[in-house]
C-alpha cells in the first residue's frame, strides 16, 4: 500500500475515503536498478513518478554533456514537467541514481483527479508552490552568486542528499568543473 504517498497527499489536503480508493486503484508500483533510465526524452512523459525510496536526476544533454537539471529524492514527485504537462516532447532524460522504488501516476489518471476531486486541484496548486519557490531561488543562485555562494546554496537546499549525489553531477547542476568544485570543497 503506498501509505508514504497518503502521508505525502495529506501534509497538503485531507485524503477523503474516495480519493483514497480512486489512488489506490490508479497508482502503480515500480522499481528502478542505479543507472537504469526512467524516462528518455524523445518520448512523451506520461508518468509522474513518487518516490518512496531512492533518488533520481533530471538531466538534458548539450554538446554530448550530461547537464543536471535537479535532483528528487524520498516523498517527492518526477517527471520531465513541460513534457507531462504539454503532452510533447521536451530535453530532460530522468535516471536512477541509486535503487529507487516509486508510485507511478499516468497523465490521464491524473485529469481524472484533477477532475473529480477538487481537494487535488488545491494539491496541486499547494505543492507547486513548493516547487517554484525551489526554481526562483536556483535561478537568482545561478545569476547573482558566485561558484562558493552556489555550492553553500546546493548544500543547503539539498541538505538531506548531496552526499549521495556524485560530484560530476554537482558540478554539472552549478555550472561549474569538477576542479573548481573540488577547490570549493576543500576550503570548507
Known sequence: MPEALFRHFEKYIRLSAALRAELTARILFRSFKKGELIHHASYICTHSYFIQRG??????????????????????????????????QDIYFIDALEDTDTWVLEVHDLVYL??????????ARLSMGTVFGHYMERITSMR???????????????EDIYHRIPLGMIASYLG?????LSRIRAER
Open 144 to 158: 547573482f552568486t558566485t561558484a562558493k555562494e552556489k555550492y553553500v546554496h546546493f548544500c543547503r537546499t539539498y
Open 176 to 180: 561549474i568543473t569538477q576542479e573548481t
Open 55 to 88: 533518488l533520481v536526476r533530471v538531466y538534458f544533454l548539450k554538446d554530448e554533456k550530461e547537464i543536471s537539471e535537479y535532483f528528487s529524492c524520498e516523498e517527492e514527485w518526477v517527471n520531465s514537467p513541460k513534457s507531462f504537462i504539454q503532452q510533447q
Open 114 to 123: 484533477f477532475d473529480h476531486f477538487p481537494e487535488m486541484e488545491r494539491y
